[in-house]
């Protein structure tokens, strides 16, 4: 599975790089997108693929922080790059004349930056306020890789103000760029309808479906992971949220981005 998504993303990332028709803000989201899944799954995978062929399955306190920083790190650049192509394709469909100076390559570096940013910030404040606590008795993860809530399990010391920073500052990213997404896919399906032609529908609604079944995956484990009661916890249960957007997403991006897209597939064949 990892051979394939880092394989099938780097595949997306070349035929982007080698097709001059693919230079248009959409295929540049979709590049930068599956660079930042490469690097995601980097972050647990091979750990927990060494953690399957050994007995001693250890990490040290160190890189338990550094691989929880990195996670936090792409998981919030993910959200905000996903609202950035939300929004790339409200500005395609509903603004198609204003589009080539709204998403101009300025525009969209910029957009990939902030991303990265708000991800950046998102991941210090976490792991800094998860790793200030202190930590006695099991030292038994509950887990595939270090996060937030498996580790804040782990604390002899009460996790309440923990708790809030992960609702507070998770919720602004998560449930902000969440707001943008579906107020841009809102438009775009009031858009869309209003089309008299049904072939023009069905085109127009065939650019965005791939990108909302990534959003549906990403968003729906990543909200049912971080934002649910502590009581409904199940043992077991946080390792199969989780596979859900560090490994099953990554893994389908490339297979989304491309076997539903004829310009992509097109592009693959000429270079192959």
Same mark, same amino acid.
Request: include cysteine.
């Given at each position: 599975?990892? #051979?394939?998504?880092?394989?099938?993303?780097?595949?997306?990332?070349?035929?982007?790089?080698?097709?001059? #028709?693919?230079?248009?803000?959409?295929?540049?989201?979709?590049?930068?997108?599956?660079?930042?899944?490469?690097?995601?799954?980097?972050?647990?995978?091979?750990?927990?693929?060494?953690?399957?062929?050994?007995?001693?399955?250890?990490?040290? *306190?160190?890189?338990?922080?550094?691989?929880?920083?990195?996670? &936090?790190?792409?998981?919030? @650049?993910?959200?905000?790059?996903?609202?950035?192509?939300?929004? =790339?394709?409200?500005?395609?469909? +509903? /603004?198609? &004349?204003?589009?080539?100076?709204?998403?101009?390559?300025?525009? +969209?570096?910029?957009?990939?930056?902030?991303?990265?940013?708000?991800?950046?910030?998102?991941?210090?404040?976490?792991?800094? !306020? #998860?790793?200030?606590?202190?930590?006695?008795?099991?030292?038994?993860? =509950?887990?595939? !890789?270090? =996060?937030?809530?498996?580790?804040?399990?782990?604390? +002899?010391? =009460?996790?309440?103000?923990?708790?809030?920073?992960?609702?507070?500052?998770?919720? +602004?990213?998560?449930?902000?760029?969440?707001?943008?997404?579906?107020?841009?896919?809102?438009?775009?399906?009031?858009?869309?309808?209003?089309?008299?032609?049904?072939?023009?529908?069905?085109?127009?609604?065939?650019?965005?479906?791939? /990108?909302?079944?990534?959003? @549906?995956?990403?968003?729906?484990?990543? *909200?049912?992971?971080?934002?649910?009661?502590?009581?409904?916890?199940?043992?077991?249960?946080?390792?199969?949220?989780?596979?859900?957007?560090?490994?099953?997403?990554?893994?389908?991006?490339?297979?989304?981005?491309?076997?539903?897209?004829?310009?992509?597939?097109?592009?693959?064949?000429?270079?192959?």
């Amino acid at each position: 599975m990892y #051979t394939i998504t880092v394989g099938g993303n780097l595949s997306i990332i070349i035929t982007y790089k080698l097709s001059p #028709t693919l230079h248009t803000p959409m295929y540049f989201f979709i590049a930068n997108f599956s660079i930042m899944e490469i690097l995601y799954v980097s972050c647990t995978v091979p750990q927990m693929l060494s953690g399957l062929l050994s007995e001693c399955k250890v990490i040290s *306190i160190s890189g338990c922080a550094i691989q929880m920083y990195f996670v &936090l790190l792409f998981g919030g @650049t993910e959200c905000y790059m996903l609202a950035a192509m939300a929004y =790339d394709r409200y500005n395609a469909i +509903c /603004h198609p &004349l204003l589009y080539t100076v709204l998403m101009n390559e300025r525009a +969209c570096i910029q957009h990939v930056v902030g991303s990265y940013i708000i991800g950046a910030v998102n991941a210090l404040i976490h792991t800094a !306020f #998860t790793f200030s606590l202190p930590f006695c008795g099991s030292n038994e993860i =509950d887990h595939f !890789f270090c =996060d937030v809530p498996p580790i804040l399990e782990l604390s +002899c010391q =009460d996790i309440l103000a923990n708790e809030l920073v992960v609702f507070v500052v998770g919720g +602004c990213v998560v449930i902000g760029s969440l707001v943008v997404t579906i107020i841009s896919y809102v438009e775009i399906i009031s858009k869309i309808l209003k089309l008299h032609s049904v072939s023009s529908r069905k085109k127009t609604f065939a650019t965005c479906s791939s /990108h909302f079944i990534v959003v @549906t995956v990403f968003y729906g484990s990543a *909200i049912f992971m971080y934002f649910r009661p502590r009581s409904s916890h199940r043992i077991g249960q946080n390792s199969v949220v989780s596979l859900m957007y560090t490994v099953i997403a990554p893994l389908l991006n490339p297979f989304i981005y491309s076997l539903r897209n004829k310009e992509v597939k097109s592009n693959m064949k000429n270079i192959i």
